[in-house]
């Protein structure tokens, strides 16, 4: 049977192609990202825009906001901008339809053909099709397309939530042609999986024209190594079909380590011509949150590893290609995680593709994000969000919560916006929304406690160690929340972290900053609040995430948490940050370079080997002659030994009961000057993995910053490193100092600035007494010259010669 039905599917490939090339009744998608332009005019009239001349070429994704969020200028552009483009179209088929499909564009979209309106969309952040067919015509048209990210009380998110709201065509944009008679978005639904067997119910909506006669459709499915192992076929009888395969023997499950996906291919036949076809993937799992206990995958326990996406990358903002998009969910499935919560809003089509190849469980999110209840406009709007959001999503077997909102109390918007007896009443309305289009899988919200008992999985607030309490309270608070809640998750906890920034004397988990070293007796301070008074130190967060870690992961009753969040990314509401405008509780930064913190997770999630020497930022250390250091290696491998300039210094087995990374932990005392750490760790098959790290240690303490001193350093890219370092008057860095600087390139080039990242920022916190910047020399033969400046130091300028 199976090769009858590949001979079938090839004859039935050889008719699709011929009628292609025929152009008749084929189905087609054409990415036209390419050539584009844009207009950076407020306008709403489509004559006055087309009037103007300062067009520029582009290509899609785009946003305006790429850069402007992180300038330093407050706010960012939010209004009206337009883009345009000439489609070339050979021939205009009278049996075919046109149309034009947005991936996403914020927030607010008109569409214009020919000078006509085609079509719009109030809401960012999910696809919509735009039917263009009767304005097309054969040869050159024109697409004009208005876009606006105003403010806009009655479109969630709030302008309030703690995120840019990015303007712009920011992801793909496609021309699809399909037959008048044809097929619609498919549903797949999986009511009964087991070990054993599965079933598949496949509902087919029809676009269909009075004569319905002689109309079928053949239904195939493929195993997950593109074999067709069943097959249906249907009499059209009307615009919504429905295709059942009731028992699927032994179905390779879809799980996060072995992510299994089925294919299903559905034709609409009349006789033996092909009239259309799509394709759609499928997984076949089922889930469980058991009450007040953990959580469920195919009937074995998992605990899920989390962290949170915002979807946003330096130098391109919301505006990612596919291959950005593809190679942060790498990296988080790399790290180790099963689990990722897209904040606040649903993401890029490229992501759930991503997170069902990889096997990352979703928790995908509607974008009422602060702001409170609003009117009749904005229920309705918000509404229409979420049945698109589902309607969008519902075939990845990624995804198992759509979350209701996130703090929707918050800040409102509206008067009375706040009143919990109204956001319970529309709360209860969206789980019904949800529940009736997809009674599979859970709703969620986070942070908003009287609406807790509305849906299946809540998610309270804990910051244990950086917004309140101390990081060591976690259990406790973990153990607070499980009896009274049925299902309780937890979502967000972290804190920030400035790259390269290090302290010989962390806040302790009880919340005290204890002495370095230098003091003859201990000096103790305690921190109430880590996020207001904390250094910010890459060491605290290590401490903080490891904690949490041990907890979660040693804890069997417990669902499961998600970290906040994997990425830097930017925010309105924090221009006081050590980089302006940027959360920075990342993993990575915001061009994905992961930070210290990245490998605490490695170690614990992790299963290709590795060891990391915490920390390769931290490169220059000082302390008392004879003063033992404590060095801490994470790794994911059962031994780990340690050498210090030659010297073995013992092995450790790593243990994940013992705090801190998992007691692989040595003293050390550095010698005055270089010091080569290596650590190595045996794996299987006799392998071995190393890290190898060098500390310049001195015993002499530095005095109070005194001068800015510059240096540049030319790249392999051909641009130049430009360090800022702050001295004291023996000219020794000032490990200590952490005030902001500002560079500024004054010609002869141009820095690389508004990225958010550690070497892209011209207003930045020292790290350690440093910061640096890149800087591209231009075409002209005058020398670049930088200078460097805040309120202690007025300027230090660097002339580089080209």
């Known amino acids: 049977m199976k090769l009858n039905y590949s001979i079938l599917l090839c ?29 950076a005019h407020a306008t709403e009239q489509i004559d006055s825009a087309r009037a103007q001349l300062d067009w520029t070429s582009i290509d899609l994704p785009h946003t305006w906001n790429n850069e402007d969020v992180l300038d330093s200028e407050p706010g960012y552009r939010r209004t009206t901008s337009w883009y345009k483009k000439d489609m070339l179209l050979n021939e205009v088929y009278e049996n075919d339809k046109y149309l034009l499909y947005f991936e996403g564009s914020n927030i607010t979209t008109t569409v214009y053909i020919n000078g006509e309106e085609a079509g719009g969309h109030i809401g960012g952040y999910i696809g919509f099709e735009i039917d263009i067919t009767a304005f097309v015509k054969t040869g050159t048209n024109e697409i004009y397309v208005k876009v606006d990210n105003g403010y806009n009380p009655d479109i969630i998110p709030s302008q309030k939530s703690d995120f840019f709201i990015y303007g712009g065509i920011t992801r793909d944009v496609w021309l699809i042609t399909k037959p008048k ?85 559905v034709f609409l036949k009349k006789g033996e011509e092909e009239l259309d076809k799509v394709s759609e993937r499928v997984g076949f799992r089922w889930f469980e949150f058991v009450e007040n206990g953990p959580f469920y995958l195919n009937g074995k326990r998992v605990l899920l590893r989390g962290t949170h996406r915002h979807e946003e990358h330096a130098g391109v903002g919301a505006a990612m290609s596919n291959e950005l998009h593809r ?45 409170g209840l609003g009117g009749e406009v904005w229920q309705r709007n918000t509404k229409n969000m979420l049945r698109e959001i589902i309607d969008q999503n519902y075939n990845h077997p990624s995804v198992i919560i759509w979350s209701l909102g996130n703090e929707m109390y918050w800040l409102p918007d509206f008067e009375n916006g706040d009143d919990t007896e109204k956001m ?65 998750l937890h979502a967000e906890y972290g804190g920030s972290s400035h790259v390269g920034r290090h302290t010989e004397n962390p806040i302790t988990g009880e919340g005290v900053i204890s002495s370095d070293g230098w ?70 930064d915001r061009s ?36 033992a250091r404590e060095i801490n290696v994470f790794s994911n491998c059962k031994e780990v030994t340690l050498f210090h300039n030659g010297k073995a210094l013992g092995t450790r087995t790593k243990d994940i009961s013992k705090f801190p990374a998992s007691g692989l932990i040595w003293n050390i005392q550095f010698s005055e000057g270089k010091n080569e750490l290596i650590a190595k760790a045996n794996v299987e098959n006799g392998a071995m993995v190393e890290d190898i790290l060098e500390v310049n240690y001195r015993y002499t303490k530095n005095n109070v910053a005194e001068e800015l001193v510059l240096t540049a350093k030319k790249m392999e890219n051909g641009n130049f490193m430009v360090t800022a370092v702050a001295i004291d008057e023996n000219g020794l860095r000032c490990l200590d100092y952490e005030d902001k600087v500002y560079f500024q390139t004054l010609e002869g080039g141009h820095s690389i600035k508004n990225q958010g990242t550690p070497t892209g920022s011209e207003i930045i916190s020292m790290a350690n007494g440093k910061a640096s910047i890149e800087v591209i020399s231009d075409d002209s033969p005058t020398a670049i010259k930088i200078m460097v400046m805040n309120q202690n130091f007025k300027g230090t300028y660097l002339t580089i010669a080209k």
């Open 11 to 39: 004859v039935m490939l050889l008719i699709s192609c011929t009628q292609k090339e025929d152009k008749i009744n084929s189905r087609t998608k054409q990415n036209i990202n390419d050539s584009w332009f844009y207009l």
């Open 181 to 265: 008679q044809s097929i619609g978005k498919i549903k797949l639904a999986t009511p009964n999986v087991s070990q054993e067997s599965a079933s598949l119910e496949i509902d087919v909506p029809l676009d269909l024209n009075e004569d319905i006669s002689d109309l079928k459709l053949h239904v195939f499915l493929r195993n997950p190594e593109g074999e067709i192992i069943s097959s249906e076929i249907e009499n059209v009888t009307d615009s919504a079909m429905k295709v059942s395969f009731r028992t699927i023997q032994e179905p390779k499950l879809w799980d996060i380590d072995s992510p299994h996906l089925y294919t299903v291919d």
């Open 327 to 371: 190679k942060d969910i790498e990296l988080i499935k790399e790290m180790g995680a099963n689990f990722v919560r897209l904040a606040h809003y649903p993401q890029d089509p490229e992501i759930y593709r991503a997170c069902d190849e990889l096997g990352l469980l979703v928790w995908d999110e509607l974008p009422w994000c602060r702001g």
């Open 424 to 488: 319970n009443t529309f709360l209860t309305e969206l789980n019904t929304i949800a529940h009736t289009m997809d009674p599979s899988r859970k709703t969620a919200i986070r942070k908003y406690y009287e609406g807790a008992n509305i849906v299946d999985v809540f998610s309270p607030s804990i910051w244990s160690g950086w917004y309140s309490g101390s990081y060591k309270s976690y259990q406790k608070a973990i153990d607070t929340y499980k009896p009274q809640y049925k299902s309780f």
């Open 519 to 588: 003091e003859e007796a201990i000096v103790q301070t305690k921190a109430a609040n880590i996020a207001q008074i904390g250094d910010w130190s890459e060491n605290y967060i290590v401490d903080l995430f490891d904690w949490h870690l041990r907890i979660s992961e040693t804890d069997s009753s417990f669902v499961g948490n998600a970290q906040w969040a994997f990425k830097d990314f930017g925010t309105p509401l924090r221009p006081e940050n050590d980089i302006p405008y940027l959360n920075q509780k990342g993993l990575v």
């Open 592 to 627: 994905g370079k992961p930070k210290d913190a990245f490998y605490v997770f490695k170690s614990y999630w992790a299963k290709e080997p590795f060891a990391y020497i915490e920390s390769h930022s931290w490169t220059e250390r000082q302390g008392p002659e004879g003063l």
